[in-house]
């Protein structure tokens, strides 16, 4: 870039800058504002300023005024070329937002997210492809999910930005394990509610944790019991595990498993197929 001199000499610039950087060492009190003229003492004048101080601080904004409009810009570059085309539709924003509330409050549904928008036909929102490949760049398996999900966008980012780039290949990662959720620890007397309607698996829930039989000791194994349970049972599940007591001492325990169905049952509904 250069500086323009039709108006302002470039010498006479780096010269008056050069005096202003000298008084505000010194000092006003020791040394007035350099005397000026010119186009530049026009953009400084301002009779209210009488004062050496004030006259020094018109002086150099006048003058970083100057030098900032004083240079053209360089040759323009090259636009960036965009990623291939995908033609899935993108993701609704709610399934958007909703990423972005499991990953900090239900990440156990999390697989289950981005498996539904892989298998319902869509694509994960751009604006999340950055955050996601950050996050599992340590997990092959759910990055290698992401990339599916992201479809194009994701080499296209990788090569344009390299840190986004993974910690390990995913040369050992196979197809199927891409495909499937993981499995989860649930002990088998509460993995037999997984395929049953959400009626019972509710009814036994409820009254199971308001007789103490289960607490916040299972809370883990329990969240991942509603993490597995089958999709149409979520309502009524919900709906029964909402309906405890909120006088019940196991209420609080209710109240996060409530919380944790319906929040699925809505991200399924989300990414229901397009």
């Known amino acids: 870039m250069s500086l323009d001199e039709s108006i302002v000499p470039a010498a006479t610039i780096d010269a008056l800058w050069d005096e202003l950087v000298s008084t505000a060492l010194l000092g006003t009190d020791r040394r007035d504002?350099?005397?000026?003229?010119?186009?530049?003492?026009?953009?400084a004048a301002d009779l209210a300023r009488s004062s050496p101080p004030d006259r020094m601080l018109a002086q150099v904004a006048a003058c970083v005024a100057v030098r900032r409009?004083?240079?053209?810009?360089?040759?323009?570059?090259?636009?960036?070329?965009?990623?291939?085309?995908?033609?899935?539709?993108?993701?609704?924003?709610?399934?958007?937002?909703?990423?972005?509330?499991?990953?900090?409050?239900?990440?156990?549904l999390e697989d289950e997210w981005t498996l539904a928008s892989i298998q319902n036909g869509w694509r994960v929102a751009p604006e999340l492809v950055p955050a996601m490949l950050r996050r599992h760049r340590r997990d092959p398996v759910r990055r290698a999910r992401v990339l599916v999900a992201a479809g194009p966008v994701a080499d296209w980012l990788v090569e344009l930005l390299p840190d986004h780039a993974g910690a390990r290949p995913l040369d050992d990662v196979s197809s199927e394990e891409v495909a499937e959720l993981p499995t989860l620890p649930i002990p088998p007397d509460l993995a037999r509610l997984i395929g049953s309607p959400g009626a019972e698996s509710g009814r036994v829930l409820a009254a199971s944790i308001k007789a103490g039989e289960l607490g916040p000791a299972h809370r883990a194994v329990l969240v991942n019991l509603v993490a597995r349970v089958l999709p149409a049972s979520l309502p009524d599940l919900a709906r029964l595990l909402g309906a405890v007591d909120p006088l019940s001492p196991g209420h609080g325990l209710t109240f996060v498993l409530a919380d944790l169905a319906?929040?699925?049952?809505?991200?399924?509904?989300?990414l229901r197929p397009c």
């Open 33 to 43: 504002p350099p005397s000026i003229d010119g186009p530049v003492a026009d953009l």
């Open 262 to 270: 319906t929040t699925r049952a809505r991200m399924l509904d989300e």
């Open 69 to 108: 409009a004083g240079f053209t810009p360089g040759p323009a570059r090259p636009p960036l070329a965009a990623p291939p085309a995908d033609e899935r539709p993108i993701i609704v924003p709610a399934a958007a937002d909703r990423w972005r509330h499991i990953t900090v409050s239900w990440p156990v």
